[in-house]
């Protein structure tokens, strides 16, 4: 089994750290398995280099983002402890598949004062059994997260392990039917005294996907958790109304140890009413009626409700939720296709607290309702994809508001709304410009250049920009100019798109935007759209803070802007999957000026030969996932990647004729944290590994 475990900070994804470090200068030590053995595993400093005290290597690494810190932590034995403060180590999660590798370094993490682990490939054999005795030694009182995904664990092991874990907080058992199948888990009384010791802290349980799940067993286990505040059924074969192992409506029977039942998830909410305040039952089969007998459990006062895919739900059945639970906070309805934009307006009027709604895929909502939506001032977050009726016009006139009385978004995510044109985007960047972090305008084909100059000119702390299948962008959109005589073509080569002059500065390239409009905007008319045309406004380069940018499938762009504008040092997500006329130059650009990434995407990129990539990959030493499905490469540039990109964890060679299966085969015997390569011919074999 191969080694491969992941730190995790809060919501930030940073690299993998490795067990050796790659080939470089800056490569002075061997990363550890486990912090109790680090001391031995660096090199020691040179006696000539000035020893800064440990606090101020703690300050300086403070200005660092999670990934630069975790790259100078590798550097030397000093920076490393610093790297190791306190104030660094908050929600610090690490992720690891069960391995003879997995012992030591949970020992080593005995020395932490909390820490979290997502521990995967679990079974029934000693390894795994010695591993879980491991964790609870080592770790019990210092556990605050538990999650066992892709696991097969015996009833035996968990039950020897969750009596000592006597500080967790949240307990993961998503699939984990090898728990649950026999029926038999927690049957003693025991076994429950000693679990309900450990876990009466326990405030979030998720039970996801649990195909045998039934009162039984669920009456056991909640009752071991007295304290719970989220709970998650997502998946769960619940039976709202209707017995089918009896023929008979749910209720009837005490408590079932076939299924389960709505009335026993309803008991539960009753006894913990005043704690919890989470309840996820997205992919269920739940009821209009269902829902109503939830929402009017005496004394719960949910915060945050998950009901994706439940496509029984009605409008109706919205409105009698809203008026039990007005202190929704979060609220995710995506998928739920009967929903109108009734529920829009009942959701604007009866939820004065929503910070968090989803409401994508929920076909037959209109452009009603969305004005008064955007009037709740406490909105931070709007998902609205493939919302096909969507066009922004009523979105405009919410957030035109005075301040006090509109939304401050955060994120706002729009893909797949066709009928959202540049004037709803000129407008929406305009009223959202100071707060706005996230966009998705993926394959809003009605989107031009003038709305990514207006994305580049007025959301500049923009984090997340995705753009994918915005098939009218083109290059000048990205440099931000409007298209004239100023640019010139090579009359002695092939035109390959424009080529500027040394005046394009003159042009307002790179330069603060000026704004078109004084006063605070409006609907946008014609006439402003025209105004904003003769104005040079910024290039997509403004957006300095970018973590994340899609530009897959918008076919018009080429070298002349890629190479020019993708440099962003902190960008860690790149796609520019499906651009037909991007070359080794724009991959060459991207590398020199990106070494952040951790992920990129060049699928389906004809022109990106084997010498881009030779070039390019020994400055992406930090990619973990790299697509380059159809593309002309051969087995020297796997040879490569297992040179320079030694963290790599998914790889796609998919219909690259050129590579073999050897080539493949070799690539994970000398790539430790390589965890599935995507080996797909033209003819639809698969060889994925």
């Known amino acids: 089994m191969r080694r491969s475990f992941r730190w995790s900070y809060g919501a930030e994804q940073p690299p993998t750290l490795p067990p ?20 031995g595993s660096h090199e020691q400093e040179s006696p000539e280099a000035p020893k800064l005290p440990l606090e101020i290597l703690v300050y300086v690494l403070g200005f660092l983002p999670t990934s630069d810190r975790k790259e100078a932590s590798l550097v030397c034995r000093s920076w490393y402890f610093a790297s190791q403060d306190s104030c660094f180590q908050k929600n610090v999660m690490f992720c690891f598949p069960a391995s003879a590798a997995s012992l030591e370094l949970v020992r080593g993490l005995g020395q ?18 010695s591993l879980l005795i491991e964790v609870g030694l080592c770790l019990g009182s210092r556990l605050d997260s538990l999650a066992l995904p892709g696991s097969s664990v015996s009833e035996a092991s968990l039950l020897a392990l969750l009596p000592r874990l006597t500080s967790l907080r949240r307990l993961d058992l998503r699939g984990l039917d090898s728990l649950f199948m026999s029926g038999a888990f927690l049957s003693r009384e025991e076994h429950r005294l000693q679990v309900r010791s450990a876990l009466s802290g326990l405030e979030e349980l998720d039970l996801s ?11 056991r286990l909640t009752g071991c958790t007295p304290r719970l505040r989220r709970l998650s059924l997502a998946g769960c074969h619940i039976a709202f109304e209707f017995d089918p192992y009896r023929g008979c409506p749910v209720g009837t029977v005490e408590v079932s140890s076939a299924l389960l039942s709505l009335r026993n998830v309803r008991k539960l909410l009753m006894k913990q009413n005043t704690t919890i305040v989470a309840l996820d039952l997205s ?11 939830i929402a009017q459990v005496e004394g719960l006062a949910l915060e945050e409700l998950c009901l994706q895919s439940c496509k029984e739900l009605t409008d109706y059945s919205v409105e009698v939720l809203l008026k039990h639970q007005p202190s929704l906070q979060r609220l995710d309805i995506s998928g739920c296709t009967e929903l109108t934009s009734r529920s829009v307006v009942a959701i604007a009027r009866g939820l004065s607290s929503l910070t968090h709604l989803s409401l994508s895929r929920a076909w037959r909502i ?11 001032s406490s909105l931070k977050s709007v998902d609205l994809s493939e919302c096909l009726n969507i066009g922004g016009t009523e979105m405009v006139k919410g957030l035109s508001r005075c301040d006090a009385e509109r939304a401050q978004l955060e994120t706002l995510h729009l893909r797949s709304c066709a009928y959202v044109r540049d004037e709803a985007v000129l407008a929406l960047t305009q009223l959202v410009g100071s707060t706005l972090l996230q966009l998705d305008l993926t394959a809003c084909v009605n989107v031009t250049d003038l709305s990514v100059r207006a994305i580049a000119s007025y959301l500049q702390g923009l984090v997340v920009l995705r753009l994918g299948g915005c098939k009218e962008v083109t290059d000048w959109g990205l440099l931000g100019i409007v298209e004239n005589r100023t640019c010139e073509l090579d009359e002695e080569k092939e035109d390959h798109g424009p080529r500027f002059t040394r005046t394009f500065g ?28 003769q104005e040079a406004g910024a290039s997509l380069l403004a957006l300095s803070r970018l973590r994340e940018l899609n530009l897959s499938a918008c076919c018009k762009l080429t070298d002349s802007s890629v190479a020019q504008v993708v440099r962003y040092p902190d960008l860690q997500h790149l796609s520019l999957s499906m651009l037909p006329e ?10 020199r000026h990106c070494r952040s990434l951790t992920s990129l995407d060049l699928s389906h990129c004809a022109l990106i030969s084997e010498l881009g990539l030779a070039q390019a990959l020994p400055h992406l030493c930090r990619l973990q996932h790299l697509c380059l499905a159809a593309c002309n490469i051969t087995d020297k540039s796997l040879f490569l990647l297992a040179q320079h990109c030694k963290r790599l964890k998914t790889l796609d060679v998919s219909k690259c004729s050129r590579v073999s299966a050897t080539m493949v085969d070799r690539l994970h015997s000398q790539m430790p944290f390589l965890e599935t390569v995507q080996y797909r011919l033209h003819n639809g074999t698969d060889f994925t590994l």
């Open 20 to 39: 050796t470090l790659p080939p470089g200068p800056q490569a002075e030590c061997q990363t550890a398995e486990g912090h109790s053995e680090m001391e």
């Open 112 to 129: 932490r004062s909390r820490c979290s682990l997502v521990i995967s490939q679990l079974d029934g054999f000693s390894l795994s059994k």
């Open 209 to 219: 996907d649990l195909r045998y799940l039934s009162d039984l067993t669920f009456n």
């Open 283 to 293: 992919r269920t089969a739940i009821t209009p009626e269902s829902l109503r007998t």
């Open 366 to 376: 209109t452009e009603t309702g969305l004005a008064d939506l955007l009037s709740v």
């Open 506 to 533: 003159n042009m307002g390239f790179f330069k603060p935007p000026h704004l078109p409009f004084e006063d605070r905007p409006k609907l946008v008319t014609q006439d402003h759209l025209e105004h904003f045309k």
């Open 582 to 591: 991007v070359t080794d130059a724009s991959l060459w650009a991207v590398a």
